[in-house]
């Protein structure tokens, strides 16, 4: 039978049951791991929950691992349910299944999209493997707070950068076959605008400028539907009042009317049931009929679906078609990965087992850690460190730590396989009489004696490498900070190893900007190195000794203190810029000027490059046309080193205040010493557009300002005119 032809056969045999049945996603306990990742969840014992797939009211269960138990669900489904509908099993997979992958922020760091689209395919391998179709990811948040825990998940601050990872994460996870067995359904989240809560308080209230939304927030969600995304996840925040998993214009609106998506929406957890307490809704059957009504097609784990869409048909509150039409969806779904075809894909166990430990993920781990590394600082060029003759001093809590090292939302990691920075570090040195490793304190709290054994460590090293940062529960779901610093107890022993004057490199592990003060920010290099998953150790072991040049640069910016947030590069002009002349009536603070302390796109290499003023194919462009900019980069230090070349605009005069810079294009190039090389970026007037005064997205003629350069902070302007028609 055609498959749209099976799939209306289904839907006119089912009955109401059975189809909310398929519009709610429970976490499993069946299998046993769901507890662990939702001790809350209102789930039901294994017996209850394989009765209600034989009686054909499951359509998804999620958070549970493992083919064996996966297969047993799936037979009961296909053999025992009336109507045989295959279920489909998901979960969050964000970074890694058991191979951990760096955090999708620090991944972002890479500038490399194609990385991403490597370690989501990988990803997507292990966690078929373990028995799953579907998961909960990319997060394509845009993060411009960081305060807000959540920007860990995402790929920072910047909407071109964030697309460009949304899209190659799609690819990865789902690969070219949606009905291989080892390709795994992606769903962005969270829809929309999740990263703009007021003062990045997580689950708090989003007021924002509709062209803020459509030109900053929506962006990543349509590269990662025109990448092939087959579901979507509704967000949990409100938008100017009108809660995202409710929101018609949004869910509705745009997704299906101007964006022609076609797969499902599932509600970001209980997000259906939250509208009672946003107030959004009287009771339960009203936050269901508001929310399915909006187009939420798919309720999690709240059973609201279940409980009241049936009597909402009844009444006609609900017209029928309306509940076939996100039957239908589900359906398509499970039919455009092949489940109806061959229910049993990615649930064999022997490939399970053939899976937990796959060692070429090992080295793409490592490949994916040293490449998100960002360098900030080198004074004095104390970095690379030598692998010989040189005595260090490893101090931290760190060091030794094994449980900061995958960082949020890894729930199937394979811990034995992690590598801690005191083995990494191990690993490369020749001689271990040079290495003395000491905590110094512990993550938040002092240690006894913690800072006299890392001062006297220090006094006997000739450099100091000092592994600080955010405890890895400080980034991620519900984890808003309001000041992002180091803990006391970190910055105290900062300031007493710094006091010894050794030469002091900080390596900071982290899931956000941090605001940096005193001996961590003055320290004579600074390394960001985010959580970089299984192959931590070597990954920044690499970039310490110089086996790999570094190469990542920042996705978010670094502010100089907690206050400046929302601190973002492409904010808008104001009538009064605080420079160059700084007078009282500026736009500015009192205590420092509003710049970042290392700005987006900031990062250093082991060799240094010289721009070439752009050269653009013509000073003006029209209309119908493009503009091609090249630029000569030389590599003029003395190893090879790969440079990010960033493209750089801004609009001199338009119908809406337009950001003072936005990055409009990148590229990664690798350069020999000396060698040169022309970087080659094109543009026509699609991407000069923003959302107009009307409604409309569209660019407008007049004078533009373009960098070729090196950071959101640097490079000088050339200007081009945009001809109109
Ligand atoms: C998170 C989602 C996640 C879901 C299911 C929610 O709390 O916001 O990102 O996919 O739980 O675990």
Redesign the pocket.
């Known amino acids: 039978m055609a498959a749209a032809d099976r799939i209306e056969s289904l839907i006119a045999r089912m009955t109401i049951d059975e189809k909310v049945g398929q519009l709610g996603v429970f976490a499993d306990m069946v299998r046993p791991f769901a507890p662990d990742?939702?001790p809350e969840a209102n789930v039901h014992n294994a017996g209850e929950v394989l009765q209600q797939v034989r009686e054909g009211r499951v359509g998804s269960l999620?958070?549970g691992v493992g083919a064996e138990l996966g297969r047993k669900i799936q037979k009961v489904a296909i053999e025992e349910s009336r109507l045989g509908i295959p279920v489909i099993l998901a979960a969050?997979v964000i970074h890694g299944m058991r191979t951990v992958f760096p955090i999708p922020l620090g991944e972002a760091a890479s500038f490399e999209p194609a990385l991403a689209e490597r370690t989501a395919r990988a990803t997507a391998i292990e966690a078929t493997a373990a028995g799953l179709h579907w998961t909960?990811?990319p997060?394509v948040d845009i993060a411009r707070d960081q305060r807000w825990g959540?920007g860990a998940?995402g790929a920072g601050e910047d909407v071109v950068l964030g697309a460009a990872f949304a899209a190659a994460r799609v690819r990865g996870f789902q690969g070219e076959d949606p009905t291989a067995h080892d390709s795994l359904v992606a769903?962005p989240?969270?829809f929309a605008a999740y990263g703009a809560v007021a003062a990045g308080m997580e689950y708090s209230s989003v007021d924002i400028a509709p062209q803020t939304l459509r030109d900053v927030h929506l962006p990543p969600f349509k590269a990662a539907f025109d990448a092939g995304a087959l579901s979507v996840?509704s967000s949990?925040n409100d938008i100017n009042g009108v809660p995202a998993s409710a929101n018609h214009e949004l869910l509705t609106g745009i997704l299906r009317g101007e964006w022609k998506f076609a797969g499902p929406v599932v509600s970001?957890?209980t997000a259906d049931m939250e509208l009672i307490a946003h107030g959004y809704a009287a009771d339960e059957r009203d936050a269901t009929k508001k929310a399915f009504l909006a187009g939420l097609d798919l309720s999690?784990q709240s059973g609201f679906y279940a409980a009241h869409l049936p009597s909402l048909v009844e009444s006609g509150e609900v017209p029928m078609e309306w509940l076939d039409q996100s039957v239908r969806r589900m359906l398509e779904l499970k039919q455009r990965i092949g489940l109806f075809d061959d229910p049993y894909r990615s649930l064999d166990p022997a490939r399970e087992a053939d899976a937990t430990h796959i060692p070429a993920h090992d080295m793409l781990s490592r490949e994916a850690a040293r490449r998100s590394v960002v360098l900030l600082k080198n004074h004095g060029g104390v970095l690379p460190l030598k692998t010989s003759e040189q005595k260090i001093a490893l101090i931290g809590p760190f060091v030794q730590d094994r449980e900061n090292i995958e960082g949020c939302?890894t729930l199937f990691g394979d811990k034995a396989r992690y590598v801690t920075l005191e083995s990494g570090v191990r690993a490369a040195i020749g001689d271990p009489g040079a290495l003395a490793v000491v905590a110094g304190c512990g993550l938040e709290e002092a240690l006894e004696g913690g800072i006299d054994a890392a001062v006297a460590a220090a006094q006997a090293a000739d450099v100091v490498v000092l592994a600080l940062g955010e405890p890895q529960r400080f980034s991620g779901?519900a984890q808003s900070r309001t000041e992002i610093t180091l803990p006391p107890a970190q910055q105290a022993l900062a300031e007493a190893v710094a006091a010894t004057g050794k030469p002091m490199v900080v390596l900071l592990r982290n899931g956000r900007a941090l605001a940096l003060s005193g001996a961590v920010r003055d320290a004579a290099a600074i390394v960001v190195t985010w959580y970089l998953g299984t192959q931590t150790g070597h990954g920044v072991a690499d970039v310490l000794f110089g086996h790999y040049n570094p190469s990542g640069r920042l996705p978010i910016s670094f502010p100089q203190v907690s206050g400046q947030q929302p601190y973002f590069y492409n904010h808008l002009r104001t009538g009064r810029p605080e420079l160059p002349s700084m007078t009282e009536y500026k736009a500015r603070w009192r205590e420092l000027p509003n710049e970042p302390l290392y700005p987006f796109g900031h990062g250093l290499s082991y060799t240094t490059f010289e721009y070439g003023a752009p050269q653009l194919s013509s000073a003006a462009l029209g209309w119908d046309d493009t503009l091609t900019i090249t630029t000569h980069i030389t590599n003029t230090g003395g190893v090879a080193g790969e440079e990010v070349v960033q493209l750089y605009l801004h609009d001199r005069v338009a119908s809406r205040v337009r950001p003072v810079r936005e990055l409009k294009g990148f590229r990664k190039i690798l350069l020999a010493p000396g060698e040169s090389a022309e970087v080659v970026f094109t543009l026509d007037r699609r991407v000069l557009a923003f959302t107009n005064p009307n409604g409309e997205f569209a660019a407008e003629p007049g004078l533009f300002d373009l960098w070729v350069c090196a950071s959101a902070k640097s490079g000088e302007p050339v200007q081009f005119e945009l001809r109109g028609e």
Do not use: G, I, L
């Open positions: 990742v939702n999620f958070n969050d909960y990811a997060a959540r998940e769903t989240k969270h996840m949990f970001d957890y999690m939302w779901e």
